[in-house]
């Protein structure tokens, strides 16, 4: 790769920061455009009966001018760059070209000739790569002949000249055209190939982690992030690169910051890829102040508001081409309709395991996570709990005060089911009035103390129907993981056999496996 990048930092015209799009077997062509350049230059020094035709070209980088390619007699001539202005040539700053014969030794002198020579007369011309009248830096050059004679260049030599310069910048065009052509052609294969990534991921962890991968065939970046808006705020949700997690899910201010002002004008900032001197990448966090490349890229479909924006940054400077952000842009905008399919389709995955009167887990999640707590608790020799309990005489409830007021009490109870669940337990609606725990890591004892004080917290709820208190309780089974049996089915069925026994003994209770045995 680095000989790759050197020679394209040589090339006779401006190509920053392609390498990684140029694929390897593009070195020959590289190399070929400094050959056919070197035959013209041939040519040109037998006709003009030249020492040295000599073609320069001034980088974009630095500023500097190099020695591109030569031909020569001797052995003197300088590969090496120097400034633009040096010796002769700072006479072509006001003019297009320069001749002197003869060549004095007060005259100044040639930069790109290793020592002091004799020369008897000098030749030089600016040559355009592209247009002559919109010049960047990058796009020109200096066609110079010298030779012993002293005689003054005719005009018919000055016109050789002349066509030369011209032809060997037309050809220069079409090379820097065909080359660039293949850049781009490349550049939109990486791009598919991300999209094409993207397109395979449904959740909204998959969808980060594809706009990653899908960064990664485009920029070589060091840390990539992704943030999504929540009003005046946002939030990051993914970060891939940097050795802590501490930021992810922080809530950060937009305002004053480049990400507030990539999202209110839509559009990719920095301009120049540098946030030094700039206002913070995101308020209230320096993470970003280690890397000297940044290109925040908000995320949004036409005609709807910005929904987040992606954060890609590079610890070197201009680490980004100049096509970089048409491409991320491209992707953004699919990354945009991806999280907005993914969180569409969390939301049907949780309204497909949600209760929707009560908002605590259906029967299909409970099946679920039955059998998967069941599962790690065999894997680890852990145990777990089930509770299983039912609304007393949630019959005559429903007949004397109607099916509103019935699904109130379901609410009601559920929402005492949520208080007394921890993190990693599971509380869940069954039925139509019964209900479910899965404690986990929990043995009897604990799972029948969390029974009698969801009992005694749905007893002491304040119900009331048009005035009157309705007063309401609940019966519970429990049973526990190995202790009463390490079958899952087992399990369910002691549990609703203990439920039973709580209902027979008077409801209002709770009842073990155990006390039924």
Sequence with gaps: MTDLNEAIDSLPFRLEKVSDLISADRMHVLQQFRQVVESQLEIIRLALNANSVVLLWSG???????????????????????????????????????????????????????????????????????????????????????????????????????????????????????????????????????????????????????????????????????????????????????????????????????VGQAVKYRCILPERASSIGRAPVVNGLKLFDLYQSVLVVPLYQEDTPVSGVLIVAARAENQFARNCPEMLEMIAAQVAIKVDLAHSHEQIQQMAITDPLTGIANRRAFKRGFAAMHERAKRRNGKFSLIICDIDLFKRINDVYGHPFGDQVIQQVANQLADVVRVGDLSARIGGEEFAILLEDTGLAGAMDVAERLRKNVENLKLSFQGETVPVTISLGVAAFPADTDNQEKLLNYADQALYRAKKNGRNRSENWGSCV
Aim: glycine share 8%; charged share 15%; proline share 3%.
């Design 60 to 258: 974009p980088a630095n500023g500097n001018i190099s020695t591109y390619a030569f031909s020569s007699v001797g052995s003197d001539v300088v590969t090496g760059s120097y400034p633009v202005g040096a010796g002769i040539f700072g006479a072509l700053k006001d003019c297009s070209e320069i001749t002197l014969s003869p060549y004095g030794s007060n005259s100044p002198s040639i930069p790109y000739y290793r020592n002091t020579i004799n020369v008897g007369a000098f030749i030089a011309q600016n040559v355009y790569c592209g247009d002559q009248n919109i010049q960047t830096s990058g796009d020109s050059g200096i066609l110079c002949a010298d030779r012993n004679s002293v005689e003054a260049w005719s005009a018919a030599e000055r016109q050789i000249l002349d066509k030369a310069a011209q032809h060997i910048a037309k050809c220069l065009a079409i090379s820097r055209d065909l080359l660039l052509t293949d850049v781009e052609r490349r550049a939109l294969q990486l791009v598919f190939n991300g999209l094409r990534t993207l397109n395979s991921a449904l959740d909204m962890q998959s969808v980060y982690e594809a706009a990653c991968k899908s960064l990664g065939f485009v920029v070589q970046s060091d840390l990539v992030a992704i943030s999504l808006i929540d009003g005046e705020n946002h939030e990051i949700h993914y970060l891939e690169g940097h050795c802590t997690s501490t930021v992810l899910h922080q809530r950060f201010k937009l305002a004053d910051s480049i």
